[in-house]
């Protein structure tokens, strides 16, 4: 599955299609074709109608994410056919999509001068009993996102059966939304890059900290004995090994997370990218620095654009072409427990209202994701006091899906909890809805709406968010050139898109820039050129460590961006063996866990690129462990 219909395609159907066009020749029959926008872009819709019947709806052109809104593409307008109604729920994660189909096909009707009143009946199947089914299996995964499909991958490979139980019309989970980032230290391609003083200093200092357990002083131990040798050899090249991964994990993390944890997913990181790369997944050979990545170990998607769908996709076909078995529209509701063993998983289909009882013979895997969109849950545990308030005014980033679900069935069992309280927001939301330009970290400088520079942009995530919300309007702006923003993988014609429609800013000139998002010439233009200084090698007054280009090639692009709850660090308390533990820190038998709705890995603050190898290393993990 790929992202549908090209850009191209796209415009060639909206020339075409720009009025109502009947092209029907039967004077009983006709079929019109009009055009409506999405959430990507336009949405082609062809609508037959005989007399006030409509007898066929279909999407003949769109650019909608398939993992996200294809079953939607499909079954919404087969739907409006069969109840002969537009007064239709829209799906939830693809909501956008699901109501331009619903606008579109209204338009049709009312440009055809037919009374709406009579397609105005609501669907009547959520009131409709559904029918009592059993599966039996081998293991059964709840959530179908990067963790779920990479523990499900591993039982299927393994030649177990197992199924995949997806509450959302759709799989992927925060993955399909996320920009598909993977940290791992990775000598093979940063050997290739080189790092300034300031970044050696930063791990100098790193190494010199008080350690606050054996564990830490094994790994600064470690990285130390490399410096010194790098140092005494006059080295110039991007420095990285898995304790420097780990002791960033952890000290980035204010020293909260669990250092076994930490250590096995370090240890795993580069091995989870080599396992995805044999599932067709390409990485670009460059490595980056994500936002709040503290370093330059990001592995970036050759299918970037495409963000990750990229991940999901082959990781979906991989298990699937195994043999597993994936349930959409099924929201798990409870875990069923024989003889002190979790054994299954009641569930419902929330499009049909059948009723599961889904057996499992070597048990159950969680991997639900996080509690960001659950309002009620994260004001809950708002009690850190870092954030003074996480209720709805505060938007997330994450899919509408991610309410805590496991985490809340696993505790009604007596699996404990940690880190609840740990709640992480991302600066880079986007402020105007659309697409914006963000770039990697070490060619972006962050300007308030004075056009002043305030924060060091290599900073952690909790850091910029903080800071940003205590700018005026609690929003900033990311400055690019046009030369970051094309080798970010921008082609002009999507550049020139999202500033004809508002999205982001351009100018020829830093000035123009500035006039153009109403800031301060003379304040942008200093920011900038202070910026540029600090890549020839000036010490930054912010203690910014990574840098790489000038931002010195016009034309420039602004794009703007708000704080949005992102990652939520606390959930079920697991050991390195991916098993659930009840409150005297022994394994619930037969219940396993990975990604985000697990808790103890990231303490405080999670690194940018940290999240999806945790959910591919330990949902392998949990797949292996599961089977022994």
Known sequence: MKLKKTLSSILAATMICTMLTACGSKSDSKTIEHTIKGHNDDITLSVTLSGEKIDKVEVTNHSETESIAGK?????????VKTQSINLDTVAGATVSSQAILDGVKEVLEAEGLDLNKYMNKDSASSKAGENITV?????????????????????????????????????????????AINAADPERQNGQTMNKSEVDAIIELTELEPKNDDMKRWQESVKTDMDEYIANGE???????DLHKLQTYADGDFLGDTKLIEYFCENALESITWLEGKGIEFKPEIQAVVGAVWKRSHALVREDEKGVAIIEPLQEAAVSNGAEVFLNTEAKELI?????????????????????????????????????????????????????????????????????????????????????????????????????KGYINNTIYVNQDGDRYINEDGRRDELSIAALKQPGSFFYIVNDHADTINNGYTQEQIDGMVAGGQIWRGETIEELAEAIGADPAKLKASI?????????APDKFGRKV??????????????????????????????????????????????????????????????????????????????????
Not at 143 to 158: L, N, P, R, S
Not at 236 to 242: G, M, P, Q, V
């Open 236 to 242: 110039t090249y991007l420095y990285d090994s898995k």
């Open 529 to 537: 050129d202070e910026f540029n200084n600090c890549v020839d090698g």
């Open 72 to 80: 939607v593409i499909v079954d919404l307008p087969a739907k409006i």
């Open 136 to 180: 039996d299996t081998d293991v059964i995964v709840i959530g179908g996102g990067a963790a779920g499909f990479a523990a499900a991958t591993k039982v299927a490979e393994a030649g177990e059966k197992v199924v995949v139980l997806e509450k959302m019309p759709f799989v992927g989970g925060n993955t399909v939304r996320a920009g598909g």
């Open 337 to 437: 427990v024989t003889d002190e063993k979790v054994t299954g998983v009641t569930a419902v289909n929330n499009e049909t209202n059948d009723t599961y009882t889904f057996n499992a013979t070597k048990g159950v895997i969680i991997a639900t994701g996080g509690f960001a969109a659950n309002v009620e849950m994260r004001t809950e545990y708002n009690t850190s006091g870092k954030w003074s308030n996480l209720d709805e005014s505060i938007p997330t980033s994450n899919h509408p899906g991610a309410t805590g679900d496991g985490i809340i069935m696993a505790q009604e069992i007596g699996a404990d909890v940690v880190d609840m309280d740990q709640i992480q927001l991302i600066p880079t939301w986007s402020k105007s809805g659309g697409s914006t330009i």
């Open 547 to 628: 840098f790489d280009k000038k931002i010195e090639n016009g034309p420039f692009y602004a794009s703007s961006f708000i704080p949005a709850v992102h990652h939520t660090m606390g959930g079920l308390r697991v050991n390195v063996n991916a098993q659930v533990l009840n409150a005297e820190g022994n394994p619930i038998n037969g219940l396993f866990a990975a990604g985000e709705v697990t808790g103890g890995l990231h303490g405080k603050n999670r690194l940018g690129g940290n999240a999806i190898p945790d959910c591919i290393v330990n949902g392998m993990n949990a797949g292996e462990q599961i089977l022994k």
